[in-house]
Each structure stands twice: as structure tokens, then as C-alpha cells.
């Protein structure tokens, strides 16, 4: 028997999954096997981000895969999307299989405009220094200008945190002679910061590209009105537009929460999506 948080640990030792645990149990593994010790709860709130982001593209989670999750949201934002590119491209790593399922479901090629170069380079959201994550996110992109110069880009990128990093990254195209940039993130904009985890925490909340805007919009992000995370409102179409030009973007559409939900296939009150609509259970 063995335990481990990524289902990706087991294959290549031979193992096999047996079990999930579920939300709050406890189990002893002994040489006769495995005992529980808590039984689990009934309600359960797994964080969405596991799938649209930091879990590793081989591991499942609740027995749904983290890359098949990544190729439904990159589809699901091609159906609702009629921009005209030529080509479709991911920020690596973890945006690119939601490009190849953006690229697949609208028949547009996928293509490498940026390698990554990966040793020395930790993952560039967990320094907390910012300046230091700049300039890992900076250093691990390497910019193909054969590819870029003369052409019109779509980019798949898992989230827009506070969208320094990407904005650096968008202005290297245009130093690379891209004609137009298109940016498409696999969840919607993120207006709360995470309570639990650490990918999304800033020196404040403020920092989030959605609260940036939104106080660019209103003078004042402390307490957002709930139109900002319904995506059929003028508040919501505001905020992007207000990304989209301080990113210097030619168009920027985000995933609306329904198609991630659907995408992951656990029904919402088993997932949690603070960080977008800000709504927890009991």
C-alpha cells in the first residue's frame, strides 16, 4: 500500500488506485491493510484550481484528469469564440493543454511561440517577492521570433492573477513584431483572493487584476458588487475591457464559470469557486 496526494506517483512504482479518500477521512495503513479511522463527511468543496491549474497535467483528482479537465476548457472557450487567428498557442505550462483543446475543437494550428526553459527555474508563482516571480516567469519563456513576427496569436493561459507577469509576456511579442494578440484564460477573472491556498494570495487582495479594475471603474475595490462575477453584466464587460487595455491585449474572453464547472464534471456545491463568485457553503 502508499499514499500520495498525485495519482501521477503510481504508475511508474507499479501501483495501482484503490481508493479516494473522501472529504475529512482517516485512514491507518498497516502490513494487513487499511483501516479507517474517520469516516468521511458529507460535503465537500475540492478546489477547482487543482484541474485549471497547479495539479499536475497525469493526475487525477475525484477520478477526473487534470489534462483531459485543461482540453475540455480550451473546447469549451473555442465554441463560444469567433476570432479570427492563425494560430493558436498556449503560455506553458500549464496553459498549454487548454490551447491544444482550443486549437483541436476550432480546427486552428497549434503552435510553440514561446519554449520554456525549465532548470535553475522554480515555478514562478511561489516566490513571494513579485519582482522575483517577474523575473522567473521572464527567464523560463523563451520567445521564437520566427514563429511570432507577422502573425495573429491566440494565447489559452490557465488564470490572470495579477496579470504583471502576462503583461511583460505580451509586450515581448510585440517586440517580437506580432500583429495582434488574443488572450483567452481557462477560468473566470478572479476577484477574491484565496482564503486556503497560496497561489492567488497577494500583499492584498487589491492586487488582483480584477480588483485593479474594478477600482479603476468605481474608485473603490473593497467590496465588489456581485454584477462583476456574472458575465451577462455591463459591470463584468467593463472589468475585462479594463484588463484587456491595461494588458495591451487586441481582444481578452475568459471561461465563464458554468463551462469550467462542466468541464471538470463534479456538480459546483462539490467544488469550490470562492475566488471567482466568492460563494462558500455552510
Known sequence: WCATMETSALPNLGYSIDRYLGPGEIVRITPDGVEQRRAPGDKMQICSFLWVYYGYPAASYEDINVEAVRNRCGAALARKDDVTVDMVAGIPDSGTAHAIGYANEAGIPYRRPFVKYTPTWPRSFMPQDQRVR????????????????????????????????????IRRLYECQAEEVHMRPACPPLIFGCKFLNFSRSRSVLDLAGRTAIKELEGNAEDPAPEYADASSDKYCAMVDSIRKRLNLTTLKYQELPDLVDAIGLPKEKLCTYCWDGATID
Open 134 to 169: 517577474d523575473l522567473v516567469a521572464k527567464m523560463k519563456l523563451i520567445p521564437v521570433r520566427e514563429i511570432i513576427e507577422g502573425k495573429r496569436l491566440l494565447f489559452c493561459e490557465d488564470s490572470i492573477v495579477r496579470g504583471t507577469q502576462l503583461k511583460d509576456t
